[in-house]
């Protein structure tokens, strides 16, 4: 089979904080130093800026998403 090459290029966000993809990980069997058992990733796809954040508990994750948005409004 002949693979067709890729025409059309993804498309880019304008805004700054257009459009962010977030994964949060499910509970690690180990537990690193300060007892993190998640973290969670946040990725900017108009600058591709990505952030991971360490978390104790799932509940957290809104407030790291904040802690994220923070860091921009600096």
Known sequence: MIKTPFTRRS????KFLGLIH???CE???ICVIGGY???I???NY???YSYVCLMKHNSESFE???EFINEFDK
């Open 11 to 14: 498309k880019r966000f304008k």
């Open 22 to 24: 977030t994964d949060v």
């Open 64 to 66: 790291r998403f904040k």
């Open 46 to 48: 108009h600058s591709r």
């Open 41 to 43: 990733t946040f990725t």
């Open 27 to 29: 509970p690690m069997t």
């Open 37 to 39: 058992t998640y973290f």
